[in-house]
């Protein structure tokens, strides 16, 4: 059995533990089984594309007698193909295992269990694909079961208003996949993959086509500004789900950009690459702003990843950008930094939302001004939360600095560039990637500050206590990869190397070779980082440090409350809320960007109530562009309503007018 076929069997049996699930309902151990059943298939699609890319073997191929008449479906495992699949496998099989423990806590358990293998499964189908109709078709599978998974909590009048948004713009995002691949396919009609590779398109037609994936694959990953339906329905779903969303499916979005921009479309006009370079960068800036706002922390993990869909477009840009001028290395740097960053946020955010998932069900809210102490009643899940939130904010030496890292040796690469256009604007997208990662290290900061420090805010928070240990096991694979990759890049890099040799034609040297696990990009004099060194040189000087402080202070124990302002108040209102923590920053940066607003209302003299701030934050791309929207097709509609009331000699009337004005825009076209 070839490996596309063994895959394409895991994926059937992925799409049909959904229905037997809903067959097994009434059994006690179903939800055990179908999580169980889910991991270990998601293990065994990680290990089959983690095998292709380890030996490198050669592409295959399949075409099975379904689809369109004489066309057939058909599928493909190549090296792009490969590492996708080890991203789904992954991100699925550990966090099915975390579902096992979270999965008892689901009041309707079936309403998530009917759909959750089959999600995974036609995820895999989407990686498969090798033809337009089977690649649209599993997309709008999995656009649907995700939709379903979102409205798990349906009867919430914010978890159906989050449903609606993303159904429609799934829906939008599927039309604009669907006019790309007509364009790609040309007159004669031409889905299979294959044949549209070798196509010669105009300039023009190839910058429409980018377009057109910016529109449909950016909708679903969460590109701004088409990542309003993201930050409703991730706080929305089930945090397990939640943490498929925003890890792997947004990666299988990212897939669909690369495979046609960077493999069907061929190489793009020079020109082309400044309008996804300047997405990402302000997406990045925008989505970390937000998160730096919000209070619910699983909505701030949410603008947290249209942070890093950002950072990861604005990569793929650069290595459009290279690959324009014939820069073949630095264009391979730009691609393998962007996968690099596609594998650490995979990992990191599922951890952390795993962790979210954690928090809520010990303390049944997501409020960060309701949590606090978790440290103390949760010690496990706040060091693991601790990983994610260092990893997630570029630090050394866990696996963010490292991609972030090679992205910016990619960015110092521009002067190489012959446009002056893109010699200016690089180095300014740069900055705003610098920015968005300063940004995100302060807004977690904020987030493990207010959540996990401190003292509890709330009842809830004073009694919560550790979940499973499915949840902690889970949660601790994350956090281990999260520590391997950050000191162990090469390896992963090495990995990646033959999907950059297969897409652009070249690939970074081989790094497992350097001494104390180095990674050399490009030259050793420009550029080079070594994690294992980073990290033990922080374990000897943090050592040295409590050595010579045991050594030589006083071993005379000197016990004193939390620094109070001077108000020896011992309630937790006087600590840092998440809206005193962000202060600075919106007044800085949202009045203008986001549109805060702050209202005192302070009493008269005498009068005894109390003083109230009321902070409002909005989405300033939801209120300019999709409210407006909203409400001219609504107008629309309702005017058109009238139309299903015309007598028969106007409706006979109107269908002669169009047939005239379709006649005369044929003349016209002709």
Not at 128 to 155: G, I, N
Not at 182 to 188: E, H, I, Q, R
Not at 298 to 314: D, M, P, Q
Not at 525 to 547: D, E
């Amino acid at each position: 059995m070839s490996a596309v076929e063994f895959e394409l069997l895991v994926a059937a049996v992925l799409l049909v533990l959904g229905p037997v699930a809903v067959f097994l309902r009434r059994m006690s151990w179903v939800s055990s089984f179908i999580y169980a059943s889910s991991g270990g298939l998601c293990a065994l699609i990680a290990s089959v594309g983690a095998a292709r890319l380890v030996a490198r073997t050669g592409d295959s191929g399949l075409t099975l007698p379904l689809g369109l008449p004489w066309i057939g479906s058909h599928f493909q495992f190549d090296a792009l193909t490969a590492f996708f699949l080890v991203i789904l496998g992954i991100g699925g099989a550990v966090v099915s295992l975390y579902g096992i423990g979270y999965g008892r806590h689901e009041h309707d358990p079936m309403r998530v269990l009917a759909f959750y293998p089959s999600f995974l499964g036609a995820m895999t189908l989407v990686l498969l694909a090798a033809d337009a109709f089977t690649f649209l078709l599993s997309w709008e599978v999995m656009s649907l079961l995700s939709w379903a998974l979102v409205l798990t909590h349906h009867q919430e009048t914010n978890t159906r208003t989050a449903g609606y948004v993303y159904l429609v713009m799934a829906g939008f995002g599927t039309m604009a996949l669907l006019l790309a691949f007509g364009l790609l396919a040309g007159s004669d009609g031409h889905y299979a993959f294959d044949t549209m590779r070798g196509a010669v398109r105009s300039p023009t037609l190839a910058a429409v086509i980018l377009g057109l994936m910016l529109l449909g694959a950016g909708s679903k990953a969460g590109l701004v500004p088409l990542h309003v339906w993201l930050p409703l329905a991730h706080p929305a779903a089930p945090s397990h789900v939640s943490a498929l969303m925003s890890a792997v499916m947004t990666k299988v979005a990212i897939y669909g950009f690369i495979r046609v921009v960077f493999d069907l479309l061929g190489p793009s006009a020079w020109w082309a690459s400044p309008v996804v370079i300047l997405m990402g960068a302000l997406t990045a800036v925008f989505g970390i702003l937000l998160a730096m706002m919000e209070r619910d922390l699983k909505r701030a993990l949410a603008y947290s990843t249209i942070e890093n869909i950002g950072v990861i477009f604005a990569a793929l840009g650069l290595a459009m950008a290279f690959r324009a001028n014939g820069l073949t290395a630095a264009a391979a740097l730009a691609f393998t930094a962007a996968l690099f960053h596609v594998f650490n946020h995979m990992v990191f955010k599922s951890l952390l939302f795993m962790g979210a998932g954690s928090v809520l069900t010990a303390t049944g809210t997501r409020d960060l001004d309701q949590l606090g102490g978790l440290i103390h009643r949760m010690p496990i899940t706040s060091f693991l939360v601790l990983v994610g939130a260092v990893a997630i904010s570029a630090l050394p030496p866990l696996n963010g600095f490292a991609s972030e890292w090679l992205m910016f040796q990619a960015v110092l690469m521009s002067p190489a560039i012959p446009q002056d256009a893109l010699q200016l604007m690089i180095p300014a997208a740069g900055g705003l990637l610098a920015l968005a990662a300063a940004l995100a290290a302060a807004a977690f900061v904020r987030i493990y500050g207010i959540g996990f420090l401190g003292r509890a805010r709330s009842p809830a928070a004073q009694t919560a206590v550790d979940v499973d240990r499915f949840s902690l096991m889970a949660m601790g694979t994350m956090a281990v990869l999260c520590v391997l990759a950050g000191i162990l890049p090469g390896m992963v890099i090495d990995a990646i190397s033959p999907v950059a040799k297969a897409v652009l034609g070249g690939q970074l040297p081989l790094q497992t070779h350097e001494a104390w696990f180095m990674i050399v990009p490009i030259a050793e004099g420009r550029s080079s980082y070594s994690g294992m060194l980073v990290l033990l040189f922080i374990a000897v000087s943090a050592s040295g440090a409590a050595w010579a402080v045991h050594r030589f202070a006083s071993h005379r124990l000197r016990r004193a409350p939390a620094w109070d302002c001077g108000f020896p108040d011992p309630t937790p209102a006087t600590q840092y809320s998440a809206g005193g923590f962000a202060q600075p920053l919106r007044r800085v940066l949202g009045t203008n960007i986001l549109g805060a607003r702050e209202v005192v209302v302070m009493p008269e003299p005498g009068d005894p109530s109390p003083a109230r701030l009321t902070v409002t934050v909005d989405d300033p791309i939801w209120h300019n562009i999709y409210s407006p929207m909203g409400a001219v097709v609504i107008y629309v509609a309702t005017k058109m309503n009238g139309l299903q009331f015309l007598t028969i000699r106007r409706y006979l009337s109107l269908v002669f007018l169009l047939l005239i004005a379709l006649l005369v825009g044929l003349m016209l076209w002709a």
